[in-house]
């Protein structure tokens, strides 16, 4: 149990374009989800936590214009990079905080390539 | 703030030997702490947690400690070998769970 899914595993886009990942947990309900991002050897960077039904909480210097999230669903999440540019080229994971509150649950990760 | 810190360095051991990794926490009282492994070009995955009236859990040859006292916690790899190659993260629970760098474990043949 407690899988959590990421769609696409990577992608390839052009400059100016946008890029949306999809974050689905697939057997339990999660009322929170987080985004991360991870440049090479580095650790977890917390972009934003994403609540079902309200806004997401954006930590400090990530742009809410540029990395939009969506949680419309208890077992859906989305992070959309809009005009995406080669600094965004990174390796995106989601997580979904299970029901019982103390465990998170990892997706696969996205790696994105902004060309 | 809390804070997690772990050994940054890469940990080499020979395979069958006991890998042991350290992670040590300030600033926070935890009702329990996680391990989670992560591969490289793969999200973390979870494998522990222990709670603060658990001094040690098992779960195959995994072993995790946890000292209140000392405010740290320890992972055991018994028997290691080369596919227990990765890095090892802790996590304190809070709203925003807080996670350590991770230390790199290299099980050599």
């Known amino acids: 149990g407690a899988v959590v899914s990421q769609h696409p595993s990577w992608v390839i886009c052009k400059s100016g374009t946008s890029v949306k990942i999809e974050c689905r947990s697939l057997d339990f309900q999660a009322t929170t989800m987080f985004w991360y991002r991870q440049f090479p050897k580095q650790s977890l960077m917390l972009m934003a936590t994403s609540n079902e039904g309200s806004k997401a909480t954006y930590e400090q210097g990530v742009e809410k214009d540029k990395f939009l999230i969506n949680h419309a669903s208890l077992t859906l999440s989305t992070l959309t990079v809009t005009s995406a540019h080669p600094e965004d080229s990174s390796f995106y994971i989601c997580?979904?905080?299970?029901?019982?509150?103390?465990?998170?649950?990892f997706g696969p990760g996205t790696r994105l390539l902004v060309l | 703030s809390q804070k997690i810190e772990q050994n940054s360095e890469a940990l080499n051991i020979q395979e069958g030997k006991t890998a042991t990794l350290t992670c040590n926490y300030t600033?926070?009282?935890?009702?329990?702490l996680q391990w989670y492994r992560q591969d490289p070009g793969r999200g973390p995955v979870f494998l522990l947690l222990i709670r603060e009236n658990e001094k040690e859990k098992r779960k195959e040859r995994l072993k995790v400690t946890f000292d209140t006292t000392l405010k740290q916690s320890l992972f055991h790899i018994t028997a290691s070998q080369p596919a227990d190659s990765a890095t090892y993260l802790c996590a304190l629970p809070s709203y925003i769970p807080t996670f350590g760098r991770g230390t790199s474990l290299i099980v050599h043949p």
């Open positions: 997580s979904a905080r299970d029901p019982a509150g103390e465990t998170q649950y």
């Open positions: 600033n926070y009282s935890p009702a329990y």
